[in-house]
């Protein structure tokens, strides 16, 4: 399935390879309606680090509830459909060649895929993996740390500056 590249380090698929690939349909923690069916790339070559990840959307679905990342980076490129994307509270419509990244506490975001599109949202998403983040869903009231891949939750009511 992968090629070991001359030096030895790092290995790749091919577009065939990737499209044989079973997509893994990953539900939101804070949002039902937030189902992707993603093909992790990174995961099975070993990147540690940096995640990549080939992700499909159905109509009517979210890809995420509506988040920043306080270390963790990401960035997303549009293959193909089209979306409302949330930025901070402006909404834009994205498409094809549209790429969007999200710097370390960078203003929240998400998408929605129109429920009368004509296709399916397909998009390249990657990140920074930080042993330690901090994602806040400011619509929910809620930030969630992340600690070596576990995660708790708190409202942000419960927070109190020193």
């Known amino acids: 399935m992968t090629s070991k590249n ?3 380090a790092g290995c790749r698929f091919s577009a065939a390879q990737i499209a044989d690939l079973p997509e893994r349909v990953h ?3 804070f949002n039902p ?3 992707r069916h993603t093909r992790s790339l990174g995961d099975l070559l070993g ?3 940096l995640g990549v990840h080939l992700v499909r959307v159905e109509p ?3 890809t995420t ?3 920043f990342h306080g270390q963790d980076e990401e960035f997303l490129y549009i293959l193909s459909g089209r979306a409302q994307a949330m930025i901070g509270e402006e909404c834009f419509d994205v498409g094809p060649g549209d790429f969007m990244a999200f710097p370390k506490n960078s203003p ?3 998408m929605r895929v129109p429920d009368d599109a004509a296709e399916d949202l397909v998009y390249l998403m990657g990140g920074t993996r930080s042993p330690i983040d901090v994602c806040t869903y400011p619509r929910l ?3 969630m740390y992340r600690v070596d891949g576990v995660k708790e939750y708190a409202s942000l009511d419960d927070f109190k500056k020193v």
């Open 6 to 8: 001359r030096g030895g």
């Open 27 to 29: 539900t939101h923690q």
């Open 33 to 35: 309606n937030a189902i």
């Open 47 to 49: 990147l540690a680090d």
């Open 60 to 62: 009517g679905r979210e």
């Open 65 to 67: 509830e509506h988040h």
């Open 108 to 110: 929240a975001h998400s």
């Open 141 to 143: 009231g809620r930030r």
